[in-house]
C-alpha cells in the first residue's frame, strides 16, 4: 500500500512538474513577446554544416538597386551564404572554405546581379583577394591579387554598385591610388596627385597629406606616419570612440568625402568616383585660448559640427558645409557650468568598468584638452542630440580594444574583421563606449532643449539585447528605412532578425 502511494504521489509530482514547466514555457513565451514589440523579420535555420553549429560572427551584403540581401555566417571552418529577395524568399545558399590564413579583415564588396565579391586584406594590409559567391550557380571563387603593397599605406575601401575601389596613399606624398575592381574585367590602377590647397602643420609650415592624415598637423618629428580611418554612417547614432579618429571618411553615392582634422582647421577632400575628380576645402576652426588644444568635427548634411577645447574653455561651433558659414556657437570657460548639457559629465570605461560622474566643468575641459576628443551628431526628428567628449585608449593585459569593424583578425576566414559596414561599427562602438562625454539636445535651428534625451534605435536594440541570455554574432546593418539587428540563438540554432 505504501508503494502504491509512493507512485501516486511521485506521480503526482510529475504531472505538477510537467504542468509547472509548460506554464514557465508559456510565460517565457509571453515574456518573449513583451521584449520584441519590433518585428521579427527572419530566421535562418544553421544546417549547412555538420556537427558543432556555433556561429562566431556575421554580416551582410544589401543590393541597393534590387533590394536583394545576403546574410553570411562564419565558423572556424567556412563562410555560409545566404541570399535573400525583398520578399524574404530564399534565392540560394551555400558555403566558401575561404582564402588562406593571412586573410583577416574584409574591406569591401562589389555585386553583380546574383554575384556578391567579398574583398580581403592581410593583417599588416600589404596583401589582398576576394571570394566570388556566386548565388546563381551555388559555387565560389577564391582569388589572390598579383600585386603587394611596398611603398603605399592602405587607407579604405569603398564601394560604388558595381565596382570597388581600393584606396592606397604613396608613402610620404600627396598621391592617392585607386585599384579599382569591375566584376569580369582586369582591376585598373589609377593615381590622383592632390594639388592645389596645400597642406599646413600646427605651427603654419607646408607638410604632405600622409603627414597630416598620420599627425593630425602636431610635429611629431616622425620618419613614417602610418595612420587609421574610421568609416562614418552619419545617419545612425554615433560615440566618440568613432568620431574622435582624425582620418574619417564619409561614404556616399558614387563617392565620398575623407576628412582630415588638424589643430585650426578641417581638410575636406571629396571624391567623385563616377570620374575619378576631386576637390579639397578647408573649414577654420574657433580659436580657443589655453596652450594645448585639442579639436574635430563631424559632418552631417550640409552643416559640419566642431569641438576645440583647452583647459581654459571650450567652444562648439555649427558651420555650413559649402561656405564656412558660422550658423552658431557655445563657449564655456572653466568656472562656468555648461548650461546646453542634458546630462551630466559621464566618465565611462576604464580600469573601473564602469562610470561616474565629473562635478566641474574643469574636469571635463581636462580630459578634453588631453585625449582624443570628438564630436558626433544625431538626428532626432526635427532635433538633434549632440554628443561631445573624449576617449583615451587604455593599455592592459585584458581583451584586445574593438577595431573598425567590430571584430578581431586573428588570421583565418573563420575569425576575421568586418569593416566595411559603417553602421555594424558605430552599434559596436555606441554600445561599449569608454568616453568622458556630455549629450546635449538642440531643435533644427540649433537652440538648446531641456529635458531627457530621446532613445534612438541603437538604444533600443540594446535594451532589447540585455534582456536576453546571450546574443552571439551580433550584426546590424539598414535595410530601406528600416535598421536590422541580426543574433545567433545557440539553443534553437538559428540566426534571428528583426527589424527596428
Given at each position: ?22 506554464i ?21 535555420e ?10 562566431k ?5 544589401v ?23 525583398p ?50 550557380i ?17 587607407v ?18 600627396n598621391?592617392?591610388?585607386f585599384?579599382?575592381?569591375d566584376?569580369?574585367?582586369?582591376f ?37 606616419y ?48 563616377s ?48 561656405s ?11 568656472n562656468e ?17 564602469n562610470?561616474r ?9 581636462r ?16 532635433n ?9 585608449e ?66 533600443k ?8 541570455p546571450?546574443?552571439?554574432?551580433e ?26
Amino acid at each position: 500500500m505504501k508503494r502504491v502511494c509512493s507512485m501516486v504521489k511521485a506521480f503526482h509530482n510529475l504531472t505538477v512538474l510537467k504542468t509547472m514547466k509548460k506554464i514557465f514555457q508559456i510565460l517565457l513565451a509571453i515574456f518573449s513577446l513583451s521584449i520584441f514589440s519590433q518585428e521579427k523579420y527572419l530566421e535562418i535555420e544553421n544546417d549547412l554544416k555538420i556537427g558543432g553549429k556555433n556561429v562566431k560572427s556575421a554580416f551582410s551584403v544589401v543590393d541597393e538597386n534590387t533590394g536583394n540581401f545576403a546574410i553570411f555566417l562564419d565558423d572556424d571552418n567556412a563562410l555560409y551564404g545566404y541570399l535573400y529577395s525583398p520578399g524574404l524568399d530564399l534565392v540560394r545558399r551555400f558555403a566558401s572554405e575561404g582564402l588562406p590564413k593571412q586573410f583577416s579583415q574584409i574591406i569591401g564588396y562589389s555585386i553583380q546581379g546574383k554575384k556578391i565579391r567579398l574583398f580581403l586584406k592581410d593583417s599588416k594590409s600589404k596583401i589582398f583577394g576576394s571570394v566570388l559567391f556566386d548565388f546563381e550557380i551555388g559555387s565560389t571563387e577564391e582569388t589572390v591579387y598579383d600585386f603587394k603593397l611596398k611603398h603605399e599605406l592602405y587607407v579604405e575601401g569603398y564601394t560604388d554598385e558595381s565596382k570597388f575601389y581600393l584606396i592606397t596613399l604613396l608613402k610620404g606624398t600627396n598621391e592617392l591610388n585607386f585599384y579599382v575592381f569591375d566584376e569580369g574585367k582586369p582591376f585598373q590602377k589609377e593615381s590622383i596627385n592632390i594639388k592645389g590647397t596645400p597642406f599646413f602643420n600646427n605651427l603654419g609650415a607646408i607638410i604632405n597629406l600622409n603627414e597630416l592624415m598620420g599627425t593630425g598637423g602636431k610635429d611629431l618629428n616622425r620618419s613614417s606616419y602610418g595612420f587609421n580611418v574610421d568609416k562614418i554612417d552619419s545617419e545612425s547614432p554615433n560615440s566618440i570612440e568613432t568620431t574622435s579618429s582624425i582620418v574619417k571618411m564619409y561614404p556616399g553615392k558614387s563617392g565620398f568625402k575623407l576628412t582630415v582634422d588638424a589643430q585650426r582647421r578641417t581638410y575636406i577632400l571629396d571624391f567623385s568616383t563616377s570620374n575619378l575628380s576631386y576637390t579639397v576645402s578647408t573649414i577654420d576652426k574657433p580659436t580657443t585660448s589655453g596652450t594645448e588644444i585639442n579639436s574635430n568635427s563631424f559632418i552631417l548634411d550640409d552643416k559640419i559640427y566642431i569641438i576645440s577645447a583647452s583647459t581654459e574653455e571650450m567652444i562648439f561651433s555649427i558651420k555650413k558645409l559649402a561656405s564656412g558659414e558660422e550658423l552658431k556657437n557655445f563657449r564655456v570657460t572653466k568656472n562656468e557650468e555648461i548650461p546646453f548639457k542634458n546630462t551630466p559629465i559621464i566618465q565611462e570605461g576604464g580600469k573601473l568598468k564602469n562610470y561616474r560622474i565629473l562635478d566641474k566643468t574643469s574636469q571635463f575641459l581636462r580630459r578634453m584638452s588631453n585625449e582624443d576628443i570628438g564630436v558626433a551628431t544625431t538626428k532626432s526628428n526635427n532635433n538633434f542630440v549632440v554628443t561631445l567628449g573624449s576617449k583615451k585608449e587604455i593599455s592592459s593585459g585584458g581583451a584586445p580594444m574593438m577595431m573598425p569593424g567590430f571584430g578581431i583578425p586573428v588570421g583565418s576566414i573563420g575569425s576575421f574583421a568586418v569593416t566595411f559596414n559603417p553602421t555594424f561599427f558605430a552599434y559596436g562602438n555606441y554600445t561599449s563606449t569608454k568616453a568622458t562625454r556630455i549629450e546635449s539636445w538642440f531643435d533644427e535651428d540649433f537652440n538648446h532643449l531641456k529635458g531627457e534625451i530621446p532613445e534612438n534605435v541603437f538604444d533600443k536594440i540594446s535594451e532589447a539585447g540585455l534582456k536576453l541570455p546571450s546574443t552571439d554574432a551580433e550584426t546590424v546593418f539598414k535595410l530601406g528605412n528600416s535598421y536590422i539587428w541580426g543574433f545567433y540563438d545557440q539553443k534553437l540554432e538559428k540566426y534571428i532578425l528583426y527589424r527596428f
